[in-house]
């Protein structure tokens, strides 16, 4: 009886070993195998960090990359997860690479509107840095009178561009009176208002040689310096 007893612990015994190894002391050996810490790649270029995790059973991935003239180009620097941290056999790691900022010519925005002007620079990727308001008698209000850099200068891409936008003229500028004559009613409105002056007096004469509402003549005259806020008046076609 005390034989078959031990026979007994010994077969349990043994059955409890098998499966202490197959299920527990094999797995966590063979997981610990198949875990690795994470190289410091910072500081490293691409290839210098493939060439090192390669053999390592790791990929390298690029998520991001970083405009600047500072550093060289192709040099790692962030990466996730960080250095030291222990993953499984074949995990990737993402890194941010530097590279150097494309150059690009900067347009003439001069005569265009602040609001065309941010969408033309923000199509080829430059920012407005920033935007000053003052007085221009080159200009009519909301246009562009001023940029920096110069157009056709060249800027690195993600820089910006400073603009001035005229806020008109200064209340003491004269204004010089522009050329009406032979273009039509409406338009020469427009130009009045641009320049800060008023419309007069407005006659219709019949006359077959125009279009009907094309300016005849004006009065001041062309070329004519007059103070802000002066009239003008017209002679329209019928």
Known sequence: MKFLKHILIFISTGLFLV???NYLLMPTYINQRSMIAIPNLEGLSVLEAES??????????????????????????EQFPAAGREVKLGRAIKIKITQFNEKILVPELLGKTLRSSEIELD???INVDSVYFSYSPNYP???V?????????????????????STGLAPNDFVTIPDLQGI?????????????????SVRYVS????LPNTV???NPKEGTKVSQNSSINLIISK
């Not at 039509?184 to 007069?200: P, R, T, V």
């Open 52 to 77: 090192i995790t390669k053999s390592e059973g790791i990929q390298v991935v690029v998520a991001d990359t970083i405009f600047t003239n500072d550093i060289n180009p192709g040099i790692i620097l």
């Open 141 to 143: 209000k909301g246009i």
């Open 123 to 125: 199509q080829i990727g």
């Open 145 to 165: 009178s001023w940029q920096s850099p110069a157009p056709l200068d060249s800027i690195r891409k993600g820089f910006g561009v400073r603009l001035e936008v």
């Open 207 to 210: 006359q077959d040689k125009f």
């Open 19 to 21: 499966l202490f190894i």
């Open 216 to 218: 005849l003549n004006q």
């Open 184 to 200: 039509f009613y409406s338009e020469a409105i427009k130009k009045i208002d641009e320049m800060g002056l008023k419309e007069g």
